[in-house]
């Protein structure tokens, strides 16, 4: 440990701290702009400018290391001054249009001039030209409201490690996209929207589906539904002002049904559809390795992240045999939407449209993939984020907080708590050991809770063992096999476990591109960071743990649809409808 002052406080901190953690440390606020947690830190902005006594110059709170002895303030004149000069700049060239900006009232650079006291421009600079990149499904991309912070390029490069944007040209003519300005469209960019996650401003966001949904919701011959997915309900409510972690279930579908939908539903129905595939589809793969001898493509990995996907698809082919054959919870909602639901109450499904509310942008790329077509029409129509469902709310005039819990809509109405546990990193491989668990020895996950150890352990690569002991007599040849799990979020970390260890003693691995799991998906509303990140994932715990069923084999519902449609688990009807393949795909130079 080391002591300092910072703001005539005498403190102590770690050895190797930054004075921006002695701060957060001791509760003193210093502004960032490029900074993000977790990453190295550039010191590019220079907005978290400090004076340290001694030094001749203000330096950087970000990336410089504390020192024993140092007397630190942070809200001198002269750092004030600096600050509001270097904001002052930014605003000089920043094409903003902060009236009609989406991120108006949500922008890191308007609040820094607002508590800064900027009330007027004293430099008028020439503005940075605009270009629009709406080549992609997911993200939309704004040149002249870029201000070069390069977190984007951190979080690409270093988080997810596909590297599709980095800064062109030098001065005044630096841009911060795909070389050559290419649109992403012509990158490998895997959708993930990590970008639009941590952009400070408007030059990075989603893709804004808004006006195409009001137009189905006002449109008398459309039948429209609505999906959410289990990570908006701990999310939604920080937009109106909710602490992070608030759980909304019942507000939310108060709020869909006054936006006019026909239908509400929960994608936590076919998440536990999802885990009766992939659990079976597991015990198959196993069971013909372990009873019958056979070759068979293990670890299995799962393949619920469209930007894991995406990823796999364009950087390790030799994986696909690996994935599962499962769509995705929202895919799969889509297709037993237009097939067992519209036969269920009369409506032509070329008349339906099935809309999602998903945390991802990377789900509105997977959305308008030609494969995922097996019901005739694709299986979900337009994806909302969960920041453009709460635009549409505030644009309803709807009161949020104000709203009267209401519950998801038949037949889809209950899920089991595995499926609340899809929004968190590990949450996808848990429920699915779980599911398997059960079927295999007809007893629940014996661990605390039913949940495996390290469940709020936000690392990005973790493992677990489990044994299978006295299991029914159909699963006798699993007496006493160690079933070996590892779950992996951030990108750069897939390419960090391929690189150092040896997948083949493992049977079972989840990917999340987003670190944290959904919960932080480049949807969701900004900023998280590692305590939001907490509060989000417990809040889902809380929910799952809250449910009288735990296990997606046991959702009466689930038990409904096999009977009535399905019959049962990798069957002909749930092979056509419920599972698809991916293909190669040749990355692009960057």
């Known amino acids: 440990m080391i002591s300092l002052k910072i703001n005539d406080k005498d403190i102590q901190v770690q050895d190797g701290a930054t004075i921006l953690e002695a701060a957060k440390s001791c509760d003193i606020y210093i502004p960032t702009l490029c900074y993000l947690e977790n990453l190295k830190p550039r ?56 009236t009609t900006c989406e991120r108006n009232n949500d922008c890191e ?85 990590q970008c639009a996650a941590v952009c400070p401003v408007g030059a990075i966001t989603e893709r804004n589906y808004i006006q195409q949904v009001w137009d189905a919701l006002d449109d008398p011959e459309k039948y429209v539904v609505v999906q959410t997915a289990p990570a908006i309900r701990s999310a939604l409510g920080e937009a109106f002002g909710l602490e ?22 929960d994608t936590n129905f076919t998440a536990d559809l999802t885990i009766m595939e992939e659990g079976s589809e597991l015990l198959s793969r196993l069971t013909k390795v372990l009873r019958d001898g056979q070759k068979q493509a293990l670890p299995q990995f799962t393949s619920c992240c469209p930007a894991w996907i995406n990823f796999a698809e364009h950087y390790y082919p030799e994986l696909l045999k690996n994935l599962s054959t499962c769509k995705s919870p929202q895919q799969m909602f889509g297709a037993v939407a237009k097939t067992y639901y519209a036969e269920k109450i009369g409506v032509d499904p070329a008349k339906m449209v099935v809309v999602s509310v998903m945390p991802c942008t990377a789900k509105k790329f997977e959305s308008q993939r030609e494969e995922l077509t097996d019901s005739g029409y694709p299986d979900v129509d337009y994806v909302l984020t969960t920041r453009e469902l709460a635009r549409m709310i505030n644009q309803s005039g709807i009161l949020f907080s104000l709203l009267e819990d209401q519950k998801m809509d038949s037949p889809f109405p209950e899920s089991s708590g595995a499926a609340d546990i899809f929004a ?63 779950v992996i979020h951030s990108l750069s970390n897939v390419r960090k476990v391929l690189k150092e260890k040896d ?20 949807g969701q509303p900004r900023f998280t960071d590692n305590n939001i990140r907490q509060k989000r994932i417990q809040a889902i715990l809380t929910e799952d743990e809250g449910k009288e069923i735990r296990n997606s084999c046991e959702n009466p519902f689930i038990q409904q649809i096999y009977s009535e449609y399905l019959k049962q688990p990798l069957g002909e009807k749930s092979h056509h409808l419920l599972h698809t393949e991916y293909f190669e795909k040749s990355p692009v130079e960057q």
């Not at 992070?244 to 026909?262: H, I």
């Not at 997948?503 to 480049?522: A, L, N, Q, R, T």
């Open 109 to 193: 650079l308007q609040k820094l001039a607002r508590d800064l006291g900027i009330e007027e421009l004293r430099y008028e600079g020439e503005k940075t030209s605009s270009q629009i990149d709406e080549s992609t499904p997911g993200i939309f991309r704004d040149s002249g409201k870029c201000i070069k912070c390069r977190r984007c390029v951190e979080v690409c490069q270093g988080v997810e490690s596909v590297g599709a944007i980095s800064p062109q040209s030098r001065g005044f003519d630096t841009t911060i996209g795909p070389a050559f300005d290419h649109p992403l469209s012509e990158v490998t960019c895997v959708q993930c929207g």
């Open 424 to 486: 968190n990193t590990g949450g996808v491989m848990e429920a699915a050991v779980r599911t398997a668990y059960k079927i295999v020895t007809g007893r629940n996950l014996p661990t605390d809770k039913m949940h495996l150890k390290n469940i709020m352990d936000l690392e990005g690569i973790k493992e677990a063992s489990l044994k299978i002991e006295d299991p029914v007599k159909e699963w006798s040849f699993l007496d006493g096999a160690e079933l070996n799990v590892m």
């Open 43 to 98: 010191g590019l902005c220079r907005v978290c400018v400090v004076e340290v006594e001694g030094a001749k110059n203000l330096i950087p709170a970000c990336s410089t290391p504390a020192a024993e002895g140092m007397n630190i303030k942070t809200n001198t004149r002269r750092v004030r001054e600096s600050r509001k000069m270097i904001v002052e700049l930014l605003l000089s060239e920043h094409n903003g249009e902060c």
């Open 503 to 522: 997948i083949s003693k493992y049977h079972f691995i989840e990917v999340m591109s987003c670190p944290g799991g959904c919960i932080s998906g480049g």
């Open 244 to 265: 992070p972690g608030t759980p909304v279930t019942g507000k939310m579908v108060a709020a869909l049904k006054e936006l006019g939908f026909d239908g509400v539903f």
